[in-house]
């Protein structure tokens, strides 16, 4: 027995190292139907050099825009300490409204208020100039001001009031304040999340039922077969402020909704839109709003606690009027390290995320089967993702997985069904898919969509013969409204 068994382990031996030699993978490589690798390689080259060139250039331009937030952010916290306001505005506001809570509340409006106006500038350069520059934008200069205001006024509201409740945990919790304060910002963050889609994404974008059609229903068939409990599909007006596609999960609880952007159905073909939506559908089977969450927390958990220890030695001896930690007059210099820490955690932030949207990609590919529509959705979000970069840029930049590893993980599990017999034999490539941003004009097998107009007009979607994917799945295609590329 005992021989035996010294038998097996070498056959396993034998076996790890002869599945290890090239010559193996080379044979493996050759039984699939295509090669992978050579499919994902097609499916870049359809961008073709001049939109992979502007690809890149947008997205490593914010490479370095993701830091200037935070030194203006230290900039105008320094003058404000350094100059004497923030104690002077902290002993008005004591003497004025004398509540802690609301002198905390007052102080953060002040400040918030005084750093976007310092920021302004920048921000209308990073969010309309630049976006038009790169043809991301659909708004007019009115447009963009409406919702730059809506979105501020909401954040300042919204943040000052969270922002006093942190305080009032500091000035009760003390030394400890750090993990009391990471609880409370974790709920507080999961209660925003849960009005979100019922009080302010509706601020600005209007969210209506999909209209009913073949693709509407695959798509609710898709949801409910994994456990969805949903009989609706909602549309936004995207369009409104561009015309790149997305889709999203928003909400928490009981107000969860999965959305899709009408730019998505005006650009994107059904197995497109079917893939982008199971990728979805696999953020909330998955559970990932509390995941995120849960990871989250031990992030913020950590940068709160050497927050903690920086405040404390930053601000001894009373330094710029400053009496400790739960003194509002320390709220430049507490959120400038909180920022500052933040800053440096990018590669794991974005890697919590990317884990998630991994896992989504994955799920989608299996729920939706269409492997195309995923490679094709991938090479339209390269208008402001960057598709291949190094291992280095991924990991520190990339809060998805790159458009390579995208189409790759596409071209993987289409190659090997294909091997398996269920799904039909085909190419591994695009064939003569072209992205609608080189072609000039939209993809003829997008569906067609018109979002509703301001006086109340319905959305309505043209008919067309259904035909037959790769997959063998009957979808319904029409002619596109789109005629720009985001």
Do not use: C
């Not at 596609?245 to 899709?260: E, K, M, W, Y």
């Amino acid at each position: 027995m005992r021989l035996n068994r010294w038998f097996a382990l070498g056959a396993a031996a034998v076996a790890a190292v002869a599945t290890a030699h090239p010559a193996f993978a080379q044979d493996a490589a050759q039984a699939l139907p295509f090669d992978p690798e050579a499919a994902t390689r097609e499916w870049l080259a359809t961008m073709g050099p001049e939109a992979t060139e502007r690809s890149n250039s947008y997205f490593e331009g914010g490479y370095w825009i993701q830091f200037v937030g935070p030194v203006l952010s230290f900039i105008v916290a320094f003058a404000f300490l350094q100059f004497g306001f923030a104690d002077k505005l902290r002993s008005w506001l004591k003497s004025t409204v004398k509540v802690y809570f609301f002198v905390v509340v007052g102080f953060a409006l002040v400040y918030t208020i005084l750093g976007s106006i310092i920021s302004f500038g920048w921000d209308y350069w990073v969010g309309f100039v630049r976006q038009h520059d790169y043809n991301l934008s659909t708004q007019t200069f009115s447009q963009w001001l409406t919702e730059y205001l809506q979105g501020a006024g909401i954040g300042l509201v919204i943040g000052s009031i969270a922002i006093g409740l942190l305080y009032l945990i500091i000035s009760a919790a003390k030394k400890t304040w750090w993990i009391w304060g990471t609880i409370a910002s974790i709920v507080f963050v999961a209660f925003i999340g849960m009005l979100a889609p019922v009080y302010l994404s509706p601020i600005f974008n209007t969210y209506t039922p999909m209209p009913e059609s073949s693709l509407r229903e695959s798509v609710l068939q898709i949801a409910q077969a994994n456990g969805v409990p949903t009989d609706d599909v909602l549309v936004y007006d995207r369009s409104r402020q561009t015309n790149s596609v997305s889709a999203n999960v928003s909400g928490f609880a009981g107000t969860t909704r999965i959305s899709l952007a009408d730019t998505l159905l005006q650009r994107e073909s059904p197995g497109g839109v079917r893939a982008v939506m199971a990728h979805e559908i696999g953020h909330y089977v998955l559970q990932h709003t509390a995941s995120l969450l849960v990871m989250n927390a031990l992030l913020i958990v950590v940068v709160f606690g050497l927050a903690n220890l920086l405040f404390n030695r930053l601000s001894a001896n009373q330094r710029w009027g400053i009496t400790g930690i739960s003194d509002p007059a320390g709220m430049p210099m507490l959120f400038s390290i909180i920022g500052f820490l933040m800053l440096l955690a990018t590669p794991i932030g974005n890697n919590i995320t990317r884990f998630h949207e991994h896992q989504a990609d994955m799920f989608g590919l299996n729920a939706a089967r269409e492997p195309d529509g995923f490679a094709e959705s991938a090479i339209l979000l390269s208008e402001y993702r960057k598709m291949d970069p190094t291992p280095l840029e991924e990991w520190f930049f990339y809060d998805h997985p790159s458009g390579y590893a995208r189409v790759r993980m596409a071209m993987e599990w289409k190659a090997h069904h294909m091997a398996l017999g269920d799904i039909p034999q085909g190419p591994g490539g695009p064939g003569d898919w072209r992205p609608d941003f080189v072609t000039g004009h939209p993809d003829p097998r997008a569906v067609g969509y018109t979002a509703p107009n301001a006086e109340g007009g319905g959305a309505t979607q043209s008919a067309a013969p259904a035909t037959t994917t790769a997959t063998g799945t009957a979808t319904t295609t029409a002619t596109s409204t789109a005629t720009t590329a985001p």
